[in-house]
């Protein structure tokens, strides 16, 4: 009898190891997911193939290529092609292109992060995850600092345009624009963005002293649960950023 209690003893304690070795495996792979691999090509500031597949990078968005500073992020990945990096995976798995959505760690450094801190993205991210408040806080650095995409306007229109409404509400979204300055503003070559810089809008008119302009968007561009809103001059500098 007593050697029979001991092989239930031994065989309920094996159950709780095995239970705990699953939940545990269970976490690790779909809340915090960290695997090796070889980074073989940049495709452009955040956007990456590696021996297991292509990667785009979490929680930033570079510029658009001919967009000023299209090439600082893609140059500073470069520094990583033929090095092995950990692929991290927190909440997302992949995007609708398939590529996978993974935060690329180098030698304890989160590159990610590390983009946003030079003022080479903003951050972008539809969920929230264990680095969010680290690429926030990166990024008011930055934006503080006016690095990188963060930099001033020098135009002498810069100061004075206005946002003085930002319509998200589907169907009629629109931006209206107002120039408080003393003078006329050319605001031809001026574009206006969104977070996902998927919707570039480029200006092309003279809004004079005191007059205001509204500009009206067909679809669903400003999202409903948040958004930025970013004016850059014909240069890619910029002039007025708003974020709801």
């Known amino acids: 009898m007593k050697k029979l209690n001991i092989l239930i003893f031994i065989l309920i304690f094996n159950t709780f190891i095995l239970l705990g070795y699953l939940v545990s495996y269970s976490n690790e792979n779909t809340t915090n997911k960290r695997i090796t691999a070889n980074i073989t090509e940049v495709i452009d500031g955040d956007t990456i193939d590696t021996n297991l ?19 600082n992020p893609k140059d500073f990945l470069s520094q990583f092609k033929g090095k092995q990096v950990y692929l991290e995976q927190t909440n997302e798995d992949k995007d609708k292109y398939g590529r996978m959505l993974r935060y690329v760690i180098y030698q304890g450094i989160n590159v990610n992060k590390e983009i946003i801190r030079q003022g080479w993205a903003h951050y972008y991210s539809y969920e ?3 680095y969010s408040s680290e690429l926030q806080k990166a ?12 930099e001033k306007s020098k135009d002498s229109c810069s100061g004075c345009i206005i946002l003085k409404k930002l319509n998200n509400i589907d169907p009629g979204e629109y931006v209206l624009l107002g120039n408080s300055c003393s003078f006329q503003c050319n605001l031809t070559g001026y574009t206006i963005d969104d977070d996902s810089s998927s919707h570039t809008k480029k200006l092309n008119f ?3 002293q005191g007059e205001e302009i509204k500009i009206d968007y067909s679809g669903s561009i400003w999202n409903d649960a948040g958004d930025s809103f970013y004016l850059r001059d014909s240069y890619g500098y910029l002039v007025l950023f708003y974020r709801y």
Do not use: C, H, M
């Open 53 to 71: 597949g292509r990667v785009r990078l979490l929680g930033i968005n570079t510029p658009e290529k001919k967009q000023r500073l299209y090439q």
């Open 139 to 150: 990024e008011q650095s930055a934006r503080i600092q006016e690095l990188g995409i963060w």
């Open 206 to 208: 003279i809004l004079n």
């Open 128 to 130: 929230t995850d264990k």
